[in-house]
């Protein structure tokens, strides 16, 4: 029986810029009488490890280009949040209906290369980090000193999806945890190849984690306990899809 | 707090056409000194479904048409497994690297129209139920009856998705839930509109299922409990992007 838990970790303070995201989470855990266990998977929302990062942009400091004028006016948006996005994009994929759909400098193809207002305070803007598995490596590292605890890390971010309305919370960064589950060349009880070769464990995770920590609470991370999943760095960048096997480029 | 649980349902025996889901899944539970609880969401995967409503082909029954052998050959698959991809589909959208995306009659863009042949049995091929969100609702009533409990239940499908490598649970039908959580018009605590508007839960749920249940293990159920949602009928075809804001098609 391989029985999940979700556990929302609440009371955590606003997060500053050199916030200790780790001894933030195990102390605000002792405080509601829990603590982590060896495998649990701590999912840390992305715009506290960016704020904990410094990755929080004043809007006032930001001059617009003309291309980021152009696509402003033709989305209804802020020049100066646009230029920003544009910063952080190698291309733009799509845009419409008030949405910029970029390919971020990770590789992540989102809506406005991951830079938002919300929850951020007036006018300033909070990008990705820069390297979230690296991010993710750090926060682990944290938590298992301060908790003593073995553990995997999953920074989280929100994407819309094509096709289907609506948003999940998706892996953007991962640490000591392999983020898919490789059945390749696995059979099932009649012989057949598995079509279902690679289950994305850790954009499972964050979903779950999600459904916890909920959009309104202001709860930036949450510990799911429970799952079976490889230890591993590989990180998020292993999700990425190879150019040469994108069908949606 | 909002704390998640994910049970596995284990011990249900082999779906046969008519067969009883929810008297299924209450006996599995009750085996193992389970029972369903109000708001409970219990998740079953497509392939019990399926299997229950008689969706199950013999290839042997299959004559591909003239455009299925040319697909086939080009994508390296067999013409009468293409033949009934097609005969799902109402358009086909990619094509390349031996996969086949087609949008469903329902509406689902995905990998063989839902089509699959891993775990059916040999020469056999299992497709979509023809209404999912009928399925659920069919699902939910039985198990309603059976449990006294009022529940939600989501059928879900494996799918893959765009740039990032890997599939996902998610929700393809649903009942007693509403599958996207509506912030529209929301403010954060500093006043500006939620970037985030619709978390589609239905999908969360769907992969925190999966973490549980696995691929391998033939388990078909799941038992979320613990998630805050509103209740209704809205079904997964709420979820489909309208035609005119489909930024990917």
Redesign the interface.
């Known amino acids: ?8 970790v ?1 009371g955590i303070p606003e997060i500053r810029k050199g916030s200790d995201l780790g001894e933030l989470i195990v102390g605000s855990l002792a405080k ?1 009488g829990e603590s982590l266990m060896d495998g649990d998977v701590v999912v840390v929302k992305q715009k506290a490890v960016s704020k904990a990062e410094g990755r929080v942009v004043s809007l006032s400091q930001v001059e617009p280009s003309r291309r980021a004028r152009a696509l402003a006016r033709k989305e209804g948006k802020d020049p100066r949040l646009v230029e920003l996005i544009l910063r952080e994009a190698v291309r733009v994929v ?4 008030g ?1 910029i ?1 970029t ?1 971020t400098r990770h590789g ?2 989102c ?2 290369s991951g830079v ?7 006018g300033l803007a909070v990008l990705l980090p820069v390297d979230p598995d690296r991010s993710a490596r750090r926060i682990r590292r944290s938590l298992e000193a301060k908790s003593g605890a073995r553990l995997a890390v999953v920074v989280t971010d ?1 994407f819309g ?10 892996a953007i960064g991962c640490s000591g945890i392999v ?3 490789r ?1 390749a060349g ?1 059979r ?9 070769t ?4 850790a ?3 964050a ?2 984690a ?7 609470d ?1 709860i930036p991370a949450a510990v ?1 306990r ?3 999943y490889t230890r591993g760095e590989a990180g998020v960048k ?4 190879p150019r040469r ?4 480029r």
């Open positions: 029986m391989n029985r999940i838990e979700v556990l929302p609440p509601v799509r845009s419409g209906h949405v759909i390919q992540f193809v809506a406005n938002d207002q919300s929850n951020a305070g007036v929100t999806r094509p096709w289907r309305r609506g948003q999940t919370d998706v983020p898919l589950v059945y696995r099932d009880s009649y012989g057949y190849a598995l079509r279902v690679e289950p994305a464990v954009d499972e995770i979903g779950a999600e459904l916890a920590a909920g959009k309104l202001g799911v429970g799952v079976k292993s999700v990425l899809m096997r994108d069908l949606f």
